[in-house]
């Protein structure tokens, strides 16, 4: 039985500055790298649309990211949107954890 490799969140950065990982469109999932598909004009146009609606409704509350990574015990996915604590500079040097998260949405037409 062949077991896979699990990849650390640290990994997975080195991984990225070594440029391993340049051009290629993944997520690190549970321990895994994962491929990602492209995204279709319609998730992409539904996903912004969100964003901006809850960037206006969340002014000065939080804040909201698009399509950015947020960190994990062993994950970085990239959720759609990312509702997040403020201030936004904060993430300058790091991304998002569980404990500044309020809220993430995926938009999903086909799949789960």
Request: charged fraction near 25%; hydrophobic fraction near 40%; avoid cysteine.
């Amino acid at each position: 039985m062949k077991t896979l490799a699990k990849w650390s969140v640290h990994d997975y950065h080195q991984m990225i500055q070594a440029g391993i990982l340049r051009d290629r469109r993944v997520e690190l999932l549970a321990g895994e790298i994962v491929e990602m598909s492209p995204e279709s004009p319609i998730h992409y146009s539904t996903a912004k649309r969100g964003a901006k609606y809850l960037e206006e409704l969340l002014i000065d509350k939080a804040d909201v990211r698009f399509n950015g990574p947020i960190t994990l015990s062993n994950s970085e996915p990239e959720p759609d949107i990312a509702i997040v604590r403020l201030p936004e500079s904060a993430y300058n040097h790091r991304h998002p954890q569980p404990e500044d998260i309020f809220w993430i949405v995926e938009v999903a037409k086909t799949s789960l």
